[in-house]
Every structure is written in structure tokens, then in C-alpha cells.
């Protein structure tokens, strides 16, 4: 069975600090691993998907498949990273009648004090 | 046209209505999706369709009937709710089911009374 875990409902950070919030996944197949963000009152943005390989908005994460683990770091926040955080997993691969479907953790709400 | 459009973006209905919520997109995407949004929690899925055929039903109850008319549009026709159902429906698209990302709309909060 596909699982996502955040083990952090809350981070609170300040200004400049560095920051991580942890996402482990459980899948046995190989997994598709994303980081979408919902800034309040806006829609569900993709920040990162482990396929790019990129860096948006300062953020990174990389998939860590021996401790299954896609955490999102950033090393100096703003406070306009204030937010929730998604970690999300997808099956990647043909064949399956599961092909497609994308599960959310339980979302980190990441707050940001000047 | 990069965006996914839901309509409408609030609906209050009664138990007994019936009702439909909207979803179109232009971008070409060939999969599209219905998740259901509690309060403080993750988006869960409900639907997805793949080149407009039902690709997967998420043992969601009948009074939720999906129809995918054409490849821009997805609707969600509401039938005898509960009250517990009320919610922010999202709905999403992606290219294919693989090996794109998931777009989202602002979604339709729904209010069963």
C-alpha cells in the first residue's frame, strides 16, 4: 500500500533560519514524489517533483529511496514561505490499475516569524 | 490558458437537491481528477479519469456520480447528501496519469444543509 507520512503538523521558524520539513514515504513499487504548497485562500501549487531535480523558490529535496524519504529544505526562510505543505506519492509505471493516483500526507503548516 | 476552472465556487444545497459541480481546462490534459478537502486535512481522492474513461472510483458512495462529457471537461453530479459531506471539492488535471503533475483548480466549497 502507498503511505505518506509528515511527521510535523507545525513548524514555526524565524526569519533567515534553515528549515526541513520531513516527508517518508512507504511504497513498494517505484514511487513519483512531489511537494505541493497551498498558500492561504490560494489554490494547490507543485513546488517540486523529485523527477526535476530543481530548485524552486529556494526550496529543495531529494529523493532518498534507502531511508524512503523526500524531505524539502530550504536554508534561509522568508516569511512568505508561510504556508501548507504537502509531500505527495504516485505510482510511476504502466500496467496497474492503481496508475495514477496521488496520495497526500497529513500536510506540515510551515510558519515563518520576522 | 495554463489554469484549471471550477464552477461554482461556493454551493450551499439541501439534502434533498440535486446539484453539479464544474470543472473545465485547456490545456491539453488527458487525465482529470476529483479529490474531497476536509478542514485541516490533505486532499483525498475520489475520481480519476484517463482519455474521458473512469479510471478509478475510490469506493466513493453513488450520491457522487462523475461524468467526463469531453477531454476539457469533468463534472461532479451531487445527488441526496449528508451533511458530512460537506467539503472543498478540488478538481485537477495532468497530461497523462503518469509522469506529469497534478494542476489544481480553487475548488468548490460545498455546504450541505
Known amino acids: 500500500a502507498q503511505r505518506v507520512t509528515q511527521p510535523e503538523k507545525l513548524l514555526s521558524v524565524f526569519k533567515g533560519a534553515p528549515v526541513e520539513l520531513k516527508c517518508n514515504y512507504s511504497?513498494?513499487?517505484?514511487?513519483?514524489l512531489f511537494w505541493y504548497v497551498q498558500y492561504s485562500r490560494q489554490r494547490l501549487q507543485l513546488l517540486l517533483r523529485h523527477i526535476s531535480r530543481e530548485s524552486i523558490k529556494g526550496f529543495t529535496a531529494d529523493l532518498n529511496k534507502g531511508e524512503t524519504s523526500f524531505h524539502l529544505k530550504k536554508p534561509f526562510a522568508q516569511e512568505e514561505d508561510s504556508a501548507m505543505y504537502y509531500c505527495a506519492l504516485r505510482r510511476y509505471g504502466n500496467g496497474s490499475s492503481n496508475t495514477g493516483k496521488l496520495i497526500f500526507g497529513q500536510g506540515t503548516t510551515l510558519q515563518v516569524k520576522p | 490558458d495554463t489554469e484549471v476552472t471550477q464552477t461554482p465556487k461556493h454551493l450551499v444545497m439541501g439534502m434533498t437537491n440535486k446539484k453539479s459541480l464544474k470543472c473545465e481546462q485547456h490545456?491539453?490534459?488527458?487525465?482529470m481528477y476529483w479529490y474531497k478537502q476536509k478542514a485541516k486535512k490533505p486532499p483525498e481522492l475520489m475520481f480519476v479519469y484517463s482519455y474521458e474513461k473512469l479510471s478509478i472510483n475510490e469506493s466513493v458512495p453513488s450520491r457522487f456520480s462523475p461524468e467526463c462529457p469531453n477531454s476539457s471537461l469533468l463534472n461532479l453530479h451531487l445527488h441526496a447528501l449528508q451533511p458530512e459531506d460537506s467539503a472543498l471539492y478540488l478538481c485537477?488535471?495532468?497530461?497523462?496519469?503518469?509522469?506529469?503533475?497534478?494542476?489544481f483548480g480553487n475548488g468548490t466549497r460545498l455546504t450541505v444543509t
Open positions: 511504497y513498494s513499487g517505484s514511487p513519483e
Open positions: 490545456m491539453g490534459h488527458r487525465a
Open positions: 485537477a488535471s495532468s497530461q497523462t496519469l503518469i509522469g506529469s503533475p497534478l494542476h
